[in-house]
């Protein structure tokens, strides 16, 4: 967990309610050192910590880990884009979404060079579900030993821990948009 937010939350309401960090200790029976270090990100608070902090503040535990996140932040220009090279260069993955907010939803798009598989062997997601999106060319997907030919504008949904594998049978470049759930 990044604890950046929750020091600058505790340091303002100290600020503003204008308690020392040994005033804040009593009040909440924690140490000055671990207030001291949570202040300053340093550590991994428990949630029983987190529960007596947020308590204290007068505020819900979710608000206290809660991530402020500028509409700005969430923009993710082309050349800003992170691309993963698979098997030997013959798969490509460009995320298309920012991760800012660690968000469960993943976006990228997969280009997949002419006669190729996008994996040696099945990929299984267990915490994941996916939609695949066709936007140029056609592929198969082997899904568990099952083979389905998919034009473009054609879409799939991968449930979590089904196997399946995608083979691009034709000469020319296939591109796929995939949308990954976290679940």
Known sequence: MKNTRIGEKIAEYRRKNGL??????????????LLSQLERSIGNPTLSILSTLAEAMGIS????????????????????????????????????????????????????????????????????????YVLQGEVTIDLEGEVFVLGEEDTIRILPGRKHKLYNHTDTEVKVLFVKCRI
Request: glycine residues 4%; proline residues 0%.
């Open 20 to 33: 020392t960090l040994r005033d804040f200790a009593k009040q909440t029976n924690l140490s000055t050192a």
């Open 61 to 132: 535990v979710s608000e206290l880990v809660e991530q402020k996140v500028e509409n700005a932040e969430m923009i993710l220009r082309k050349e800003q884009r992170k691309t993963i090279v698979m098997y030997q260069g013959q798969t490509m993955y460009d995320v298309l979404a920012c991760d800012t907010c660690h968000a469960n939803l993943e976006l990228l798009l997969m280009t997949l060079e002419g006669k190729s598989w996008t994996s040696n062997g099945y990929t299984q997601h267990t915490q994941e579900e996916e939609v695949a």
